[in-house]
């Protein structure tokens, strides 16, 4: 599956630096909210950028690396996340409901059926991936599947009138997919990137480190981004980096959470660069790896609150700040209009 | 002077709170510092169920004679023509109080202007504006004794209204000069490293703003009494603050602090009563060089770092809403138990 991703307009780069310089502020005084104003302004290729119908999808699936003991919670705690979130318990709910923001849920592949009463959205390609310490986590059929449901699901989301989508997931074992992908994809040393994920001791990291290390091992493919990726994938984790490429296909802002997310984007901007023209990396996460991903991508993300809950909930907290970002390039007056006295160092072009 | 009554924080319900947080459906930790904000938040109002009630900011004005020797980008009428763009909402400050529902509060501290009494401008004057104090003290000490009561009177009006979380602002032409005086002399840190580029000074531009302040230091019987040294360096705005400080932190409201001048109002505070400090969180790291070292001095700990330094509270209101993000948790999250979720089956 291809995707069109154009570059945002970037001839209004000036005219944007123009308009913020003039707002009654001193120069360059709200920082990084400037640049975020630049950013969206481009994308959206407009002076005066909006906000649209903010979402976070969220897209659960589960691993069958988790058997094999990388996590400390059980593998039955996806779908009893999926439920707290259908019943709006988890953080991902509240933050959502706190910043107006849309919250879908997504069934990747999760081992388990749900109640259709539940109204989780059904783009389950199978109960769970297979264990990649001996094998791929899921086939070439399978890959190609929830590269197209993910892009699917956002074309829907866009025609609904979203403008700026976050992702979220859940996954019991998923910072272990995460952590191969930075390795192998970023060629960062494999024990930098794996990580306490949920909460391990140094026991726990070390086992999940020598399982994960097999597995590098056992890897037969060749270096191909998408053998590379359906190998140690989960089905969240494909779907969500098709769903960013249709984003940024469809100029969506697309709000980048932690690890987990990261290393989603991480692979979509293998297979398309563009991608990361589209991002606004939200939050720089407690986990180890995270701090890599970002470098990698060279990304400044907004807030370091260390943070490292997943489902998307570093995004949905930071939103508000993006929101900021909007609200002064639309809403503050000039010194012209507030008729207030510019600094007589300025000089107009 | 007025006297202030500030309890100490119980650490009662410290292990309830705790437990509170560790239970939900998360694991443990994982959301970093909206946790200890949360916990903060729980014993600042002694609850396990902690609210931000009617949240105000309360932007104090005023003039400062040191501003027309040049130590700012900006001529000083500034500071008059910002309150009315606040009328106007076309600042930064009204802009982000709108968008989070903050109720925005103007006071003239001793703003260099006489504004119509029919704007919404709470009136509070103490003069038009300080005195250089490259020459002479800022104010007299009865001036300065006056704004502290005054700043303190504001505070507790706004509390009578049901407001239990409180935001600080400041607009006056010339007060990051204050500021690094303040933090020089209470801090005990060198001139040099505390004056930096304000609203945009290049490097010649701090070098002699640097000069007017130390010229004006010279002149200063060095006393490190906060009481002495706002009266000598302190504008009136930041002394009203230096009040409203204490006055929110006596009613155990939760104090938001914003950036550089600010944190320079609430470092006098915290000279004149430490504990207003367990009261407050920290809401940015400012780009102003300085800020860092202040909040260093009272160990606080910046929520944002985004190289702002507008000043007005924008630093504040933008952080606001993770501040309400940890309040939420804590109220609407549900626990493992409620959800019907499993624990973590190793012991982590």
Same mark, same amino acid.
């Given at each position: 599956m291809n995707f069109d991703i154009k570059t945002p307009n970037k001839e209004l780069i000036e005219q944007l630096q123009h308009k913020i310089d003039f707002k009654t502020k001193p120069i360059g005084s709200l920082g990084m909210l400037e640049q975020l104003a630049v950013k969206i302004g481009c994308i959206q290729n407009t002076l005066s950028p909006e906000l649209k119908q903010p979402t976070i999808m969220v897209f659960a699936g589960d691993h069958g690396i988790a058997l094999d003991g990388v996590s400390p919670y059980p593998q039955e705690?996806?779908?009893?996340?999926?439920?707290?979130?259908?019943?709006?318990?988890?953080?991902?709910?509240v933050f959502g409901r706190q910043n107006g923001i849309d919250i879908k849920i997504v069934d990747a592949g999760v081992n388990y059926d749900f109640d259709k009463e539940w109204n989780v959205i059904d783009a389950k390609i199978a109960h769970g991936t297979k264990s990649y310490l001996n094998g791929a986590a899921m086939t070439a059929e399978q890959f190609q599947l929830a590269i197209k449901r993910g892009a699917d699901l956002v074309e829907q989301a866009h025609k609904g009138g979203t403008n700026i989508i976050g992702f979220g997931e859940m996954g019991i074992a998923n910072t272990s997919s995460a952590a191969v992908l930075?390795?192998?994809?970023? $060629?960062? $040393?494999?024990?930098?990137?794996?990580?306490?994920?949920?909460?391990?001791?140094?026991?726990?990291?070390?086992?999940?480190? #020598?399982?994960? !290390?097999s597995a590098v091992e056992n890897y037969k493919g060749d270096s191909s981004i998408e053998n590379i990726f359906a190998h140690f994938g989960g089905f969240e984790i494909v779907m969500i980096a098709g769903a960013m490429l249709k984003a940024a296909e469809l100029k969506m802002i697309i709000m980048v959470d932690g690890f987990i997310i990261t290393s989603a984007l991480l692979a979509a901007s293998k297979m398309n660069p563009e991608v990361l023209e589209y991002c606004i990396f939200t939050h720089k996460s407690n986990e180890n790896g995270h701090k890599h991903m970002l470098a990698h991508l060279n990304a400044n993300a907004i807030l370091d609150l260390g943070m490292r809950l997943g489902e998307g909930t570093g995004a949905a907290v930071a939103y508000p700040i993006i929101e900021s970002a909007v609200n002064f390039l639309n809403q503050m007056a000039s010194f012209e209009d507030a008729g207030v006295s510019n600094s007589d160092k300025v000089v107009s072009e | 002077m007025i006297e202030f009554k500030i309890d100490s924080l119980s650490d009662n319900l410290n292990k309830e709170l705790q437990e509170k947080i560790d239970t939900k459906t998360k694991p443990i930790g994982s959301l970093g510092m909206l946790e200890k904000i949360a916990l903060q938040l729980g014993k600042? #109002?002694?609850?396990? !169920?902690?609210?931000?009630?009617?949240?105000?900011?309360?932007?104090?004005?005023?003039?400062?004679?040191?501003?027309? $020797?040049?130590?700012?980008?900006?001529?000083?009428?500034?500071?008059?023509?910002?309150?009315? !763009?606040?009328?106007?909402?076309?600042?930064?400050?009204?802009?982000f109080a709108k968008q989070h529902g903050i109720k925005f509060n103007v006071v003239d501290a001793g703003v260099d202007h006489d504004f119509d009494p029919s704007l919404p401008i709470i009136n509070r004057k103490l003069a038009y504006g300080t005195k250089n104090y490259r020459f002479e003290a800022a104010m007299t000490k009865e001036q300065c004794l006056e704004g502290i009561k005054r700043g303190a009177k504001v505070i507790e009006e706004i509390h009578q209204n049901g407001c239990n979380f409180i935001i600080f602002g400041e607009k006056g032409i010339g007060n990051t000069s204050s500021a690094s005086l303040i933090l020089s002399l209470l801090g005990d840190i060198s001139l040099e490293e505390c004056v930096g580029r304000g609203t945009g000074l290049d490097k010649e531009g701090v070098k002699s703003k640097f000069d007017l302040l130390n010229e004006g230091l010279s002149k200063y019987n060095q006393s490190k009494d906060p009481i002495d040294v706002l009266t000598h360096?302190?504008?009136?705005?930041?002394?009203?603050?230096?009040?409203?400080?204490?006055?929110?932190?006596?009613?155990?409201?939760?104090?938001?602090?914003?950036?550089?001048?600010?944190?320079s109002a609430l470092l006098a505070a915290f000279k004149i009563n430490p504990k207003v400090k367990d009261y407050c969180l920290f809401a940015h790291k400012s780009n102003e060089q300085a800020h860092i070292k202040m909040l260093n001095i009272m160990g606080g700990e910046p929520i944002l770092d985004i190289s702002m330094r507008l000043g007005e509270a924008t630093g504040a209101m933008v952080c606001f809403p993770l501040i309400k993000s940890a309040a939420q948790f804590m109220n609407e999250m549900a626990s493992f138990q409620d959800a019907g979720v499993s624990e973590a089956t190793e012991e982590i």
């Open positions: 705690v996806t779908w009893q996340m999926v439920a707290n979130f259908m019943a709006g318990g988890a953080a991902i709910n930075l390795h192998l994809l970023a $060629d960062v $040393d494999l024990k930098e990137c794996v990580g306490r994920g949920t909460g391990w001791d140094d026991e726990g990291l070390k086992r999940k480190y #020598q399982i994960l !290390n | 600042i #109002q002694n609850s396990l !169920n902690p609210e931000i009630n009617n949240p105000n900011v309360v932007v104090f004005a005023g003039d400062h004679g040191i501003a027309d $020797d040049g130590v700012s980008f900006y001529p000083k009428s500034v500071s008059y023509q910002m309150l009315y !763009n606040y009328m106007e909402g076309g600042a930064a400050s009204t802009v360096f302190g504008g009136f705005e930041i002394v009203m603050i230096v009040g409203a400080m204490l006055k929110a932190a006596e009613l155990k409201m939760t104090l938001l602090i914003d950036g550089f001048i600010i944190t």
